[in-house]
C-alpha cells in the first residue's frame, strides 16, 4: 500500500488526508453501480476508490427496486454476495398481469425456464457495503462537492470535499456511477452528448407497509383508474405502487385512501383479501425513459442511472447498472491484464445495445398498462388489444417472460 494512504480507510467518518491519492479507477457514486464495479475490480486485482456524497445509513436506507434477473442474481453470487440474498430472497417463477380485473398469468419457468428473485435493494446495497467493510475497501461517504477534471488527459482526477476540506484523488479512468442527478455524466461536452428522453404524464405512488403480501406474486394491473402494480418484500413485508398525477404529493394522501383506490384497481379476489396497515413509507417517483449517448468520453466511462433511466414497470433499472458494471469490469481487467484497450473502447456501445433493449421493453410495459390522460379511443383498442394478445399467445408471453427474466449479458 502507497505511504501516503491512511492505513484504514473510512466507512463513516472521514479520515484528514490531503495530498494526491492514487489509484487505477475512482469511482464517483456508491450505489449499487459503483459498489459492484468496486467488488468485480478488486475480484481482477484493479485497486479503486468510491467516493459517495451521501451517508452509509442514508443509501442503505433508499427503498428502491425489488426483482432482480436471474443474470443478476448469478453475478452476485459469483462474487461471493449471494449467501444472504439465497438464504431471505424469494425465488418467483412467474407475474400475474390483470386487465380491468380480470387476471392472467404468464409462467415464467414453463416459458423460457427462467425465474426471477425478489430482494430488496436496500439488502444487496447492505450486503455489497458489509462485505467491502470487511475487506478494508475504500469508500468515501458524505463527499461534497465532487468534481471531475482532465478527462481527456492520461491523469484525470476527482477533488471533493469534507467538512470543508479538499481532497484529491487521481486515476487512470473516472467511473461516472452517480445515478441520474449525479455529475459526472455533464462533464461530457453538450456538443458530444446526445440525450433520448420520453417523461411520462404520471408518477408512482409506493407504499411499504408491515402486512402479509396480497398473492405469492407479483400483480401488474392496468385499470381504468389508473396502474396498480403488488410487490413484496418478505412474507411481512408488503409493498404496492399506484399510478398517480406526476404532481402528486404522498403525504397529501392517508394510508386509507392509498388502500381504497388500490382496491379498485386490483383482480376482486385479491381486493378481497388485501390485508391493509399503517405505511411504513410513502413516496411518488416521476416516470421517465432517459438515455445520454455516448456513455464514455475520454477517460470518463458512465454506467447504470447515471447514463440512463427507464420507468420502473419492467424492473429493469438496476439490472441494467449491474449488466453496464459487469461490462466496464469486463474491459477494464482486459486493459489491465493485456494492455489491450479494445473491450474498453467498445464498452459504451456494447452495453447500450443491452440498454435500448430495457428501454423498449420498459416502455412497452408502461404503455401497456398505464392510463394516458390524453388517450383517445384507438390508443385504448390498441391497450385492449395489446393485452387479450398477449393474454392468449405463447409467442407474445415468451417474448415478455424472456424480458422480464433477463436478456443475457
Ligand atoms: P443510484 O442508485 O442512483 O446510485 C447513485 C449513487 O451516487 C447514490 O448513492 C448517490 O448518492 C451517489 N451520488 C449522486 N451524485 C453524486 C455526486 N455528485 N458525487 C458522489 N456521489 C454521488 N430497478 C430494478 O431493476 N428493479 C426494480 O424492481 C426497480 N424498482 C424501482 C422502483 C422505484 C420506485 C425506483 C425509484 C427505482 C426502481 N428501480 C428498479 C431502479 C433502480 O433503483 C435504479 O436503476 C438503481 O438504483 C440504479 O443504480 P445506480 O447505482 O446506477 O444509481
Ligand atoms: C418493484 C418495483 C418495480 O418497479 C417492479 O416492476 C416490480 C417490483 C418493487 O419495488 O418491489
Not at 433508499?62 to 438464504?87: C, K, N
Request: aromatic share 10%; hydrophobic share 40%; with cysteine.
Amino acid at each position: 500500500m502507497a505511504t501516503d494512504r491512511p492505513s484504514r480507510w473510512n466507512h463513516c467518518a472521514h479520515v484528514a488526508y490531503r495530498a494526491p491519492v492514487q489509484t487505477k479507477v475512482a469511482i464517483v457514486g456508491g450505489g449499487p453501480a459503483g459498489m459492484l464495479l468496486s467488488h468485480l475490480l478488486w475480484r481482477s486485482g484493479i485497486d479503486n476508490i468510491v467516493i459517495e456524497q451521501r451517508s452509509r445509513e442514508y443509501v442503505e436506507a433508499r427503498i428502491r427496486a425489488g426483482v432482480i434477473e436471474q443474470g443478476t442474481g448469478d453475478l452476485l453470487r459469483s462474487l461471493g454476495l449471494g449467501s444472504r440474498m439465497d438464504r431471505e430472497g424469494f425465488v418467483h417463477e412467474g407475474i400475474t398481469i390483470s386487465n380491468t380485473r380480470a387476471p392472467f398469468r404468464i409462467d415464467f419457468m414453463s416459458l423460457v425456464n427462467r425465474s426471477v428473485m425478489v430482494y430488496g435493494q436496500t439488502e444487496i446495497q447492505k450486503d455489497l457495503y458489509d462485505s467491502a467493510a470487511g475487506a478494508d475497501w475504500p469508500i468515501i461517504f458524505e463527499a461534497e462537492d465532487v468534481q471531475v477534471h482532465d478527462l481527456t488527459t492520461g491523469q484525470p482526477s476527482v477533488s471533493y470535499t469534507v467538512h470543508g476540506e479538499q481532497f484529491f484523488v487521481e486515476a487512470d479512468f473516472i467511473a461516472g456511477c452517480d445515478g441520474f442527478h449525479g455529475v459526472t455524466r455533464h462533464a461530457i461536452p453538450s456538443n458530444v452528448r446526445h440525450e433520448f428522453e420520453r417523461l411520462y404524464p404520471f408518477g408512482w405512488m409506493g407504499v411499504l407497509s408491515g402486512t402479509p403480501p396480497v398473492s405469492h406474486e407479483l400483480i401488474y394491473a392496468r385499470h381504468p383508474r389508473g396502474f396498480a402494480l403488488c410487490s413484496m418484500r418478505n412474507p411481512m413485508l408488503s409493498r404496492y405502487y399506484i399510478q398517480c398525477t406526476a404532481d402528486t404529493v404522498a403525504a397529501s394522501w392517508s394510508d386509507d385512501q392509498f388502500w381504497d383506490e388500490l382496491r379498485l384497481r386490483i383482480p376482486v379476489e385479491a381486493a378481497e383479501s388485501l390485508v391493509t396497515g399503517p405505511s411504513i413509507e410513502k413516496s411518488v417517483t416521476p416516470l421517465r425513459s432517459y438515455v445520454s449517448e455516448p456513455m464514455q468520453w475520454g477517460n470518463l466511462l458512465l454506467a447504470g442511472d447515471a447514463a440512463h433511466i427507464v420507468p420502473p414497470t419492467g424492473a429493469k433499472g438496476l439490472n441494467l447498472a449491474f449488466s453496464d458494471v459487469y461490462y466496464l469490469a469486463e474491459a477494464l481487467t482486459e486493459r489491465y491484464s493485456t494492455g489491450s484497450s479494445t473491450a474498453l473502447d467498445g464498452y459504451g456501445e456494447r452495453a447500450l445495445l443491452r440498454v435500448w433493449k430495457a428501454v423498449r421493453f420498459s416502455w412497452w410495459m408502461t404503455t401497456m398498462l398505464h392510463t394516458f390522460p390524453d388517450a383517445g379511443e384507438f390508443e385504448h383498442r390498441m391497450q385492449e388489444t395489446e393485452l387479450s394478445y398477449l393474454a392468449g399467445s405463447p409467442a407474445a408471453q415468451t417474448a415478455m417472460a424472456e424480458n422480464y427474466t433477463g436478456l443475457p449479458f
